[in-house]
């Protein structure tokens, strides 16, 4: 059973446009939602992160949006760029035991 | 500071062989973790080990087992390969419960094949 939903598997964005990645989640008991950022043969690193009683955290091209009624949380990078082409995945954490539970991923491509 | 690193970085196993993947970190991180990357299935948690003397299952633990060696160290052995257990291995490290970030840190992965 998936802990947390991601969506779209791929997206395809002009460069300058706004890339959109959405994530939901049922269990309650998260406190902490990061988005990961994944070049090929790398390991993932943390791109933004967001605690649930706070519904937009923004850095630089980077916005989290946080709806905790609805379960949802979702990535938008602005003005996108070549160079943001790669895997992302949202995550969530469960507090007991620091158990972090991840998306399926979403494949971006930036096109020139 | 060389953060999360893992050996080896690839690794060809036949069917029933055993292996043991190896963690360490030097950040001082009291939780660490071992997940597995296939192609449209995201990372899932095998093992983690909140911290040190410490360790639980994740989703995936079957055909897996863990050791916390100490604090900078954590190792995932596999008893008796499997095709499906080809994939890439990624170790991870967070400050944990005592710390003031929830970040996890990740190492280079190791790719897997059993043939």
């Known amino acids: 059973q998936q802990q947390v939903k991601q969506s779209p598997q791929s997206l395809i964005v002009q460069k300058g446009g706004i890339s959109i990645i959405n994530c939901a989640y049922e269990?309650?008991?998260?406190?902490?939602f990061p988005w990961y950022q994944q070049f090929p043969g790398k390991g993932p690193a943390l791109l933004i992160a967001?605690?649930?009683?706070?519904s937009e955290k923004k850095e630089g091209r980077f916005t989290i949006s946080f709806n905790k009624s609805a379960k949802q949380f979702s990535l938008h990078i602005m003005d996108s760029q070549p160079g943001d082409s790669a895997t992302y995945f949202c995550?969530?954490?469960?507090?007991?035991?620091?158990?972090?539970?991840f998306g399926t991923g979403t494949s971006l491509t930036v096109i020139p | 500071n060389a953060g999360v690193t893992q050996t080896p970085k690839f690794q060809v196993l036949k069917t029933g062989q055993s292996m043991t993947l190896q963690c360490a970190q030097d950040?001082?991180?009291?939780?660490m973790y071992w997940y597995r990357q296939d192609p449209g299935m995201g990372l899932r948690l095998i093992y983690y080990?909140?911290?040190?003397?410490?360790?639980d299952k994740g989703e995936v633990p079957n055909g897996y087992n863990v050791s916390r060696l100490n604090k900078r160290e954590f190792s995932l052995r596999l008893e008796s390969a499997a095709p499906s257990q080809t994939s890439v291995y990624f170790c991870?490290?967070?400050?944990?419960?005592?710390?003031?970030?929830?970040?996890?840190?990740f190492g280079p992965g190791t790719r897997l094949t059993v043939t």
């Open positions: 967001i605690r649930p009683d706070v």
């Open positions: 269990n309650t008991a998260f406190d902490y």
């Open positions: 995550a969530a954490r469960r507090r007991t035991g620091n158990q972090f539970y």
């Open positions: 991870a490290s967070s400050a944990g419960l005592a710390g003031a970030t929830y970040e996890q840190y």
């Open positions: 080990s909140a911290s040190e003397g410490t360790t």
């Open positions: 950040m001082n991180h009291n939780s």
